[in-house]
């Protein structure tokens, strides 16, 4: 409940707010040491309030007319108002003349600015015109509350989407270095790995190098047998020569490295893939892009560059991408990995094509939250309630997605989907239901979620976990990124690597 709505409740039902005291002398120390001495919220509350029904009074016609009272009235505001900014929450006190002089001024401007708001009210008792005025001040302040809260989103999508300075010198001075090289150093080792299946591998699609490289580090240096790591690593054509020489000037120790250019793809194509002929579409980027679209704070997640790129929808094809492979981890490159993932490729998914940690709690994160039920396609063949689940660290069983045929699962609604009423946007919608009754649930260890939106994700899960996730906007690369995760992320990075110091990269 806010202090006006809180204040009108009071007037209502001529309930008299109680009177407010603030210490005017702490005790001191003898020796002179500081103490520290907490105010109560409910003392800092009441003097709020007594300000609010203070400005309340400022409005009404009977006061505005004796100009004497106006103006004192409107002085004890101002110095109850320097009170309240000048005077933190928890106050630490030293044996000084001026910290009693300051808090006897304080108690007694309070004292003031209460005496002259009974003499108020005996000039104005007439309830109904102060709860007139209460309800437009609760009104203007809910109105600007709003405007704020929806320039906060547009600025954080802002920020989220915007590309820092670092980040866009550092794919320019390795794509300057790697062109530079023979074509016998372009090479990456150990390349007949890439097919063992008895290997763990990982794919990983992304067109942002410092994210991709701190996904690897992590990888290999928490691996109990680094050897047996095959990254598999998918970019666009812009970043595929940075791509590459960042990881040839920073090999991850014994693990292996493939980098791939997502147009040497040429099967996938429009008439292959509906997706991929949807996003290219006028109606699409219009959908996404159109300018009366910014005046909706809801619509201002869809306009996203990643949700029209083919490297967001490039999962749905790991077993045309690897075919001599039998199961691979996918990786966002939003994550961090804290322990060893080779157990993964043991655990018995019971025929099913997915692994991945389960999201919801109690109404939070289910079907009904992604897909739109109030279609019939949607409402007949799936269950509103059912959990969700995470894209991030997903074990794919291949052999069992081939004998399933799931891509063409996933065609199919895609097709459904072209005029968008299924469901709005992103992968994680066509993901629930292309992998229903096809997803099995991992232990919430192995994937904790959270780290780009939430502050309050418990420290106890971060570090039993296998894998975090900087999902949401707030990146740590990025410079609205959660400073207390931020650290779990930078420390797989060595800032003193030429090419950070060079793009001026810090921690």
């Known amino acids: 409940m806010t202090y006006l709505q809180e204040s009108l409740l009071k007037i209502t039902s001529k309930q008299r707010p109680p009177k407010v005291i603030v210490e005017n002398t702490p005790a001191v120390q003898r020796d002179g040491s500081t103490k520290s001495i907490v105010l109560p919220d409910t003392r800092i509350r009441n003097i709020k309030d007594q300000l609010i029904k203070a400005k309340v009074y400022l409005g009404l016609g009977s006061i505005r007319a004796n100009s004497q009272y106006l103006k004192d009235l409107r002085q004890r505001i101002r110095e109850v108002q320097r009170f309240l900014v000048m005077h933190p929450r928890t106050l630490i006190y030293q044996r000084t003349y001026n910290i009693f002089i300051y808090l006897f001024s304080a108690n007694e401007k309070v004292k003031a600015l209460e005496l002259l708001l009974i003499k108020g009210k005996q000039m104005q008792d007439d309830c109904s015109i102060v709860v007139k005025k209460l309800r437009a001040m609760l009104h203007s302040a809910e109105e600007q509350l709003n405007a704020h809260k929806k320039q906060t989103v547009f600025l954080t999508q802002l920020a989220a989407k915007t590309l820092p300075k670092g980040l866009h010198c550092l794919p320019l001075r390795l794509a300057n270095e790697y062109y530079s090289l023979d074509p016998g150093r372009q090479q990456f080792p150990n390349q007949q790995k890439l097919v063992d299946p008895k290997l763990c591998h990982y794919a990983l699609f992304s067109d942002n190098i410092l994210a991709t490289a701190v996904v690897v580090n992590s990888t290999v240096l928490n691996a109990k047998h680094p050897?047996?790591?095959?990254?598999?690593?998918?970019?666009?054509?812009?970043?595929?020569?940075?791509?590459?020489?960042?990881?040839?000037?920073?090999?991850?120790?014994?693990?292996?490295?493939?980098?791939?250019?997502?147009?040497?793809?040429?099967?996938?194509?429009?008439?292959?893939?509906?997706?991929?002929?949807?996003?290219?579409?006028?109606?699409?980027?219009?959908?996404?892009?159109?300018?009366?679209?910014?005046?909706?704070?809801?619509?201002?997640?869809?306009?996203?560059?990643?949700?029209?790129?083919?490297?967001?929808?490039?999962?749905?094809?790991?077993?045309?991408?690897?075919?001599?492979?039998?199961?691979?981890?996918?990786?966002?490159?939003?994550?961090?990995?804290?322990?060893?993932?080779?157990?993964?490729?043991?655990?018995?998914?019971?025929?099913?094509?997915?692994?991945?940690?389960?999201?919801?709690?109690?109404?939070?994160?289910?079907?009904?939250?992604?897909?739109?039920?109030?279609?019939?396609?949607?409402?007949?063949?799936?269950?509103?309630?059912?959990?969700?689940?995470?894209?991030?660290?997903?074990?794919?069983?291949?052999?069992?997605?081939?004998?399933?045929?799931?891509?063409?699962?996933?065609?199919?609604?895609?097709?459904?989907?072209?005029?968008?009423?299924?469901?709005?946007?992103?992968?994680?919608?066509?993901?629930?239901?292309?992998?229903?009754?096809?997803?099995?649930?991992?232990?919430?260890?192995?994937?904790?979620?959270?780290?780009?939106?939430?502050?309050?994700?418990?420290?106890?899960?971060?570090?039993?976990?296998?894998?975090?996730?900087?999902?949401?906007?707030?990146?740590?690369?990025?410079?609205?990124?959660?400073?207390?995760?931020?650290?779990?992320?930078?420390?797989?990075?060595?800032?003193?690597?030429?090419?950070?110091?060079?793009?001026?990269?810090?921690?």
């Open 227 to 507: 050897s047996d790591h095959v990254f598999h690593i998918v970019t666009d054509r812009l970043n595929y020569a940075p791509m590459r020489m960042w990881f040839l000037s920073n090999p991850p120790g014994k693990a292996t490295i493939e980098v791939q250019n997502i147009e040497e793809f040429t099967w996938l194509n429009d008439s292959y893939s509906p997706v991929l002929k949807q996003i290219g579409s006028q109606s699409m980027i219009d959908y996404y892009f159109r300018t009366n679209h910014a005046n909706s704070d809801s619509n201002l997640k869809y306009r996203n560059p990643k949700y029209l790129s083919i490297l967001n929808h490039l999962r749905f094809y790991l077993p045309e991408i690897y075919p001599k492979l039998d199961k691979i981890v996918f990786l966002d490159d939003d994550i961090v990995v804290k322990k060893d993932l080779s157990g993964l490729w043991s655990i018995d998914m019971k025929g099913r094509v997915n692994g991945a940690v389960e999201t919801c709690g109690e109404s939070f994160h289910r079907f009904d939250r992604y897909l739109n039920f109030s279609n019939p396609l949607i409402a007949n063949n799936f269950n509103p309630h059912a959990c969700g689940w995470a894209f991030g660290m997903n074990v794919f069983d291949l052999a069992e997605w081939r004998r399933q045929n799931i891509t063409q699962i996933y065609h199919h609604w895609q097709k459904l989907n072209e005029d968008r009423t299924l469901w709005k946007l992103g992968t994680l919608p066509p993901g629930l239901i292309t992998f229903w009754n096809k997803t099995f649930p991992l232990s919430h260890s192995w994937h904790v979620l959270g780290l780009g939106y939430n502050p309050h994700v418990s420290s106890r899960d971060i570090e039993r976990a296998a894998v975090i996730h900087y999902n949401g906007n707030m990146k740590p690369w990025l410079e609205i990124g959660l400073p207390k995760f931020r650290n779990h992320w930078s420390k797989y990075l060595d800032y003193d690597q030429p090419f950070l110091r060079e793009c001026n990269i810090n921690p």
